[in-house]
């Protein structure tokens, strides 16, 4: 089977059963994204990037599966359903399980306007808004069980090891977008933390607060309109990743209205989980949290600066997104 043709096949409206007037191609490093006028159809890249593995149609299969159903707690109405796709003729059809050599996700179509990073952009994001999100998130996670799976998740162990993890692999850009102070100073206080606090992290164990969670709660996830809030693209290919603290969610989304000059944004949201959950001692360990994530970010976008194909002016700005993500991280602490 050639991907390429597959994918040439999916940019052509009659390829679905819906007849858009239209089809626009998404790409993303891990996804084929196919944006029709009132529904979405993505497939999986077959990668292996360490931390996913796509690279065999069973993976594939597999992943897709659970991207529905992980994404279902928090959006049902948006993700719809699996779709083999087979081939057939000298060509390919959807919904056709007879010879399947693709699965796509198929999703309602959602207004990328209304996406919370968008509006915020145009300064049409208020308190009240996020006061909506934030109780709307304690309605989904109370629903999801800290089982005996997820509380392993919420060991000190386990969070130590992503914690160090996320500075041995940042050492080398010392002197690059992180000086070697803020470096410094920002390891012995994660470590100081965690070596201080371990009665925090059981004490939330115990609460019932380590949960099968989003992993990638941000501003780019997340849609308001005016039918209801919609949250999206929670990780499904990575358990480490999503499992964890709820505290460590609520600290993503707050981290990023903080970067995005929005604190009182990304405070209302805080104090209407809490209010709505009852979960007062997520602030116990929240800095520790929003540092971790920023930290995260930082990370992930110096990644990008060992991309030797990288032009001048994305090396630039790779390196002043990473810089401003390190700072951040170094701001809760100061």
Not at 183 to 200: N, P, Q, V
């Amino acid at each position: 089977m050639s991907t390429k043709r597959l994918v040439e096949f999916l940019q052509t409206p009659g390829a679905y059963p819906e007849r858009p007037g239209a089809i626009r191609l998404v790409q993303t490093h891990i996804s084929w994204v196919f944006i029709g006028d009132d529904f979405v159809y993505k497939l999986k890249k077959p990668v292996d990037f360490g931390f996913l593995d796509f690279t065999t149609l069973e993976k594939r299969r597999f992943f897709t599966h659970e991207e529905l159903r992980l994404n279902r707690r928090f959006s049902p109405d948006v993700y719809l359903e699996v779709v083999p796709i087979s081939e057939a003729d000298d060509s390919f059809r959807l919904k056709d399980d007879s010879a399947v050599i693709e699965y796509a996700l198929k999703m309602k179509r959602i207004d990328e306007g209304k996406m919370l990073f968008e509006l915020l952009r145009k300064g049409l994001v208020k308190k009240e808004d996020m006061v909506k999100v934030g109780r709307h998130l304690s309605s989904i996670y109370a629903k999801i069980a800290s089982d005996e799976k997820a509380r392993s998740f919420g060991t000190l162990d386990t969070i130590a090891t992503n914690v160090i993890e996320n500075f041995e692999q940042t050492r080398k850009y010392i002197n690059g977008p992180i000086s070697q102070e803020n470096f410094d100073a920002l390891e012995s206080w994660s470590r100081r933390f965690m070596d201080t606090g371990a009665h925090l992290f059981d004490a939330r164990i115990a609460g019932g607060h380590i949960k099968d969670c989003h992993g990638d709660l941000h501003l780019q996830h997340i849609c308001m309109e005016d039918t209801g809030i919609f949250i999206f693209d929670c990780i499904e290919f990575n358990e480490r990743f999503r499992f964890g603290d709820v505290a460590s969610d609520v600290a993503f989304l707050s981290m990023d209205f903080d970067y995005n000059s929005h604190s009182e944004l990304g405070d209302a949201f805080v104090d209407a989980y809490i209010e709505a959950s009852g979960d007062s001692s997520m602030r116990d360990v929240l800095k520790f949290y929003k540092v971790y994530r920023a930290y995260v970010r930082a990370k992930v976008t110096s990644f990008m600066l060992d991309d030797t194909g990288l032009d001048e002016s994305k090396r630039h700005s790779a390196h002043e997104t990473a810089k401003k993500y390190y700072d951040l991280a170094y701001s809760y602490i100061g």
